[in-house]
């Protein structure tokens, strides 16, 4: 059974224009910001102090399952989720390069809290590319104002992850309703807004109309959002279920999807070189608490005739292999990361197909990475590290769950193809 478990933050009332009407009290671009404009050194400085706090609360948030609402505010009021905002709407427009590095750095410390505002930053970069004047005036407001996006994209129970059946339906004078029901909607619970993947629907083809993304209030009329995410890792992102029911959406409240991936784009490879941060983070914490475990609390194997277990050879080796595999996946990841600024800057099929390729290397690297050095972790640790009361396998946990976001496999496959015969990866949104 569903629980909803509606996380209460100061500025999520209802609002009084619940159906994303524009009116005059609607934030415009331009003014006065709420939160700081980072610059990039800023921006690395105020990552590695949240991350440092994150980190000190991390295993009790995971054990006992506590939403970090207090932190996700915290991470509004630092003005890191407007590090994207482009300059001439106010913003710092970072480099793609400096916010993974904001991403691996807050996913070391917790990479539940790190993740929430993934998406966040994905629709971000969805407003940047597909928005109207108008509408990219309003909502990098709504940003630089310290307002957060959630997300609504997946759906449960559908023949594959871009089967999608959520629908607006026009009802006349710019005006549609939204229906569907969203699952893994990380961040969907903390948002101001939540964009929504749908059909805009036709008479001549109902269901089968071109994705488009609606933005909807988290508390407009119709919209419920469940606390119903019970995964075994990253416990704490509240990825659980959005329902939507007749909720109306203006045409001012609406941008296209299908044609993000009508000509070279770099959408996918920016959400998923975001996600390859989260899994090199996770990789890194972990290897810091094996290595931190050996130094203070392991017992030396009496075979190594050793005082210390950090003079064990067999535990150095260990750790240096792990450390050798993260510094790979802090180096795959940076190459990534610049290759997509690269094609940002120049965009064209042949430097879109180098940055999928750089990202998809990544991220199926820092996948194999963080699995296996959170899980060699209680090898070097020794037995004791395996007790319940430690919670050290939260690492391992959040590794394997995050993983699974979407196979790295396949990122494989695409690396495969092209180092055969140089097909180029897939457009899409998930390379």
Do not use: C
């Not at 988290?218 to 919209?223: F, K, M, T």
């Not at 890194?284 to 094996?290: K, P, V, Y």
């Amino acid at each position: 059974m569903k629980t909803p478990h509606d996380v209460l933050l100061p500025r999520s009332a209802p609002p009084d224009n619940a159906a994303g009407t524009p009116s005059a009290s609607d934030n415009p671009a331009g003014e006065a910001a709420y939160v700081p404009v980072l610059s990039a050194p800023e921006a690395l400085a105020v990552a590695h102090e949240i991350a440092a706090d994150l980190a000190a609360s991390s295993s009790e948030r995971d054990r006992d399952r506590i939403l970090p609402a207090r932190e996700l505010e915290r991470l509004s009021a630092s003005g890191l989720l407007a590090a994207t905002v482009p300059v001439e709407h106010g913003g710092a427009g970072l480099a793609v390069e400096t916010l993974v590095e904001v991403f691996r750095i807050l996913a070391a410390g917790d990479p539940s809290v790190a993740q929430v505002p993934h998406s966040h930053f994905v629709y971000v970069n969805a407003m940047r590319h597909q928005g109207t004047p108008e509408q990219q005036r309003f909502f990098f407001g709504e940003v630089l104002a310290g307002k957060r996006f959630g997300n609504a994209q997946s759906e449960t129970g559908t023949r594959h992850v871009r089967d999608i059946r959520t629908a607006l339906t026009p009802v006349g004078n710019g005006r549609w309703t939204l229906n569907g029901t969203k699952g893994y909607s990380t961040g969907a619970l903390f948002a101001d807004w939540i964009p929504v993947l749908a059909h805009l629907d036709t008479l001549a083809a109902p269901g089968e109309g071109p994705l488009h993304v609606a933005w909807v209030e988290r508390h407009a009329p119709g919209v419920t959002v469940t606390d119903d995410w019970n995964g075994m890792g990253q416990r704490t992102t509240a990825s659980g279920t959005v329902d939507l029911v007749d909720v109306e959406v203006h045409d001012t409240r609406i941008t296209p999807y299908h044609l993000t991936f009508s000509g070279p784009q770099t959408y996918g490879a920016f959400a998923q070189v975001l996600h390859a941060a989260l899994d090199v983070g996770i990789a890194r914490a972990a290897l810091d608490e094996a290595a931190l475990f050996v130094r203070t609390k392991s017992r030396p194997h009496p075979d190594a005739q050793v005082e210390r277990a950090a003079d064990d050879p067999l535990v150095v080796q260990a750790l240096g292999q792990m450390e050798l595999d993260v510094r790979a996946s802090e180096a795959l990841l940076r190459e990534a990361a610049r290759a997509v600024d690269a094609a940002d800057a120049d965009l064209t099929a042949d430097t879109v197909a180098t940055a999928s390729l750089a990202v998809a290397a990544a991220r199926a690297h820092s996948a194999k990475t963080s699995v296996e050095v959170s899980s060699r972790l209680f090898e070097v640790s020794g037995t004791r590290s395996a007790l319940d009361s430690l919670n050290l396998d939260r690492h391992w946990r959040n590794a394997r769950t995050h993983t699974l976001h979407d196979p790295a496999a396949w990122k494989v496959q695409h690396l495969g193809r092209y180092a055969v015969d140089g097909t180029p990866p897939p457009n899409h949104g998930q390379l």
